[in-house]
């Protein structure tokens, strides 16, 4: 008998996802982890003769995925749920948003907005975000600590903030932040301009140059109300995507926001550049943005992630229920029930996601040599029985509180619902010191 292989862990599942292949469901298998990668995916029984793990955790009524990449965060605005509902995104923004934020802002309040918000998406399956938000120094050193996968945003805005109060010194501080972060295993930079009503074009025409020398993608809110295109036509002769195109924006680095208020020209341009867009169902829905035409931008190619937006305008940094919202949304959109079915919605909200910021080869699937960032769902709930179709139930059926476990580069994050190195007490009395702080403005 051949001597056994070790690993650091090997998971049992009653099932895996591993998303790559398409649709496929694998029963009875598992995966071996050895120094924070995926070494292996196979039948449960062939595992356990081929090697001998430091720990074994298995799970037969549960359904072992990648982790879920939330592809679109302000997850400092945690912080700041509830502070101002139902109403229109400008409203929202420029009357409520911008004076609270303009009062708190602070490394502290990004400190704890981010520490409050990586302990939510844990238990909810989120293994990695696409964050979004001034101070990306303190953003970083809080994914870091916490051993959490983030794409930190390089904030670009056309005036003064507490991160920056000059076009150079925000393109200064961007470099900066870069420079310190890009060789780290968990963090990368993306340059973030804000949006095309708030960016001129000199900054987007010199965040072009530095995002193709740096390599690095352009993370941007883009057509997301019918407003802005209006208004963008008026100031600029051009709806957003086509100034966007006319300063060499559009390109397969540039992962776009929102996308309500897309033409059938604009959809193709999408896919011969190779622009990834990021649908936020429920946050387009909550503020009455539009709809993303996520069915047709598939149809034609076009890489779709999914994100969930700020806490401030979700209200939540659920990816499980983004996810349904987004299979739902698509299809009375299309006017298809096919449309955007369970493998696909799943697709988006890991693979999808992870190809958009450019770690598609890292992360997103379960496939030998990939992170192992991994997450447990339990289905042996009333809510998700009888168990028919393993996808349709994570799509339609199964809640955030269902995950029971989650591995980021190996590394167990959450153990039976319970986070591993995180102090929820602590962290729960955190935000409520904050609301009292932000309430008392």
């Known amino acids: 008998m051949s001597e056994m292989l070790s690993c650091d862990v090997l998971i049992e599942a009653g099932h895996v996802v591993p998303i790559e292949p398409h649709g496929v469901v694998l029963d009875d298998h598992a995966v071996a982890v050895r120094d924070g990668v995926i070494v292996d995916l196979l039948p449960t029984a062939e595992a356990r003769a081929k090697y001998a793990a430091k720990e074994t955790v298995s799970r037969p009524d549960a359904v072992l995925m990648p982790g879920l990449v939330n592809a679109h965060t302000h997850n400092p605005m945690t912080l700041l749920r509830g502070i101002a509902d139902d109403l229109p995104l400008m409203t929202w923004l420029q009357q409520h948003i911008w004076p609270a934020e303009g009062r708190v802002m602070s490394p502290e309040y990004v400190r704890d907005g981010v520490t409050l918000a990586i302990a939510e998406m844990l238990r909810g399956g989120t293994t990695c975000c696409n964050e979004n938000y001034f101070f990306p120094?303190?953003?970083?050193?809080?994914?870091?600590?916490?051993?959490?996968?983030?794409?930190?945003?390089?904030?670009?805005?056309?005036?003064?903030?507490?991160?920056?109060?000059?076009?150079?010194?925000?393109?200064?501080?961007?470099?900066?932040?870069?420079?310190?972060?890009?060789?780290?295993?968990?963090?990368?930079?993306?340059?973030?301009?804000?949006?095309?009503?708030?960016?001129?074009?000199?900054?987007?025409?010199?965040?072009?140059?530095?995002?193709?020398?740096?390599?690095?993608?352009?993370?941007?809110?883009?057509?997301?109300?019918?407003?802005?295109?209006?208004?963008?036509?008026?100031?600029?002769?051009?709806?957003?995507?086509?100034?966007?195109?006319?300063?060499?924006?559009?390109?397969?680095?540039?992962?776009?926001?929102?996308?309500?208020?897309?033409?059938?020209?604009?959809?193709?341009?999408?896919?011969?550049?190779?622009?990834?867009?990021?649908?936020?169902?429920?946050?387009?829905?909550?503020?009455?943005?539009?709809?993303?035409?996520?069915?047709?931008?598939?149809?034609a190619g076009v890489n779709v992630a999914i994100g969930t937006d700020g806490a401030a305008s979700n209200n939540d940094l659920d990816m499980f229920g983004e996810t349904r919202t987004a299979a739902l949304l698509a299809k009375a959109v299309a006017n298809d029930a096919a449309a955007f079915d369970a493998a696909t919605a799943l697709r988006a909200a890991t693979l999808g996601s992870a190809r958009a910021l450019g770690w598609g080869d890292r992360i997103g699937s379960i496939e030998a040599g990939k992170q192992a960032d991994l997450v447990l769902v339990d289905l042996s709930p009333i809510e998700t029985q009888p168990l028919f179709h393993v996808l349709s139930q994570l799509a339609y059926a199964c809640g955030r509180q269902q995950v029971s476990d989650v591995w980021i580069a190996g590394r167990r994050k959450l153990a039976d619902r319970q986070l591993v190195d995180m102090d929820i007490d602590a962290i729960r009395a955190n935000a409520r010191q904050w609301r009292e702080r932000i309430g008392a403005q």
């Not at 501080?173 to 930079?189: K, N």
Request: charged content about 25%; some cysteine.
């Open 137 to 299: 120094d303190v953003q970083a050193q809080t994914y870091h600590r916490f051993g959490f996968r983030a794409m930190v945003g390089l904030p670009v805005i056309d005036f003064p903030t507490a991160w920056a109060k000059t076009d150079d010194e925000y393109f200064e501080r961007a470099g900066e932040v870069h420079d310190q972060w890009r060789d780290d295993p968990f963090i990368g930079t993306a340059f973030a301009p804000h949006a095309p009503y708030t960016v001129s074009d000199a900054s987007f025409e010199r965040l072009r140059m530095l995002s193709d020398q740096l390599d690095i993608p352009v993370h941007l809110h883009t057509h997301e109300t019918a407003q802005e295109v209006e208004d963008s036509l008026k100031l600029h002769g051009q709806r957003p995507l086509a100034r966007l195109d006319r300063l060499g924006v559009v390109n397969d680095r540039l992962i776009a926001v929102h996308m309500t208020q897309l033409t059938d020209s604009e959809i193709r341009l999408c896919a011969d550049r190779g622009v990834s867009v990021v649908h936020c169902p429920e946050s387009n829905l909550k503020l009455a943005s539009g709809f993303c035409p996520v069915e047709k931008l598939h149809r």
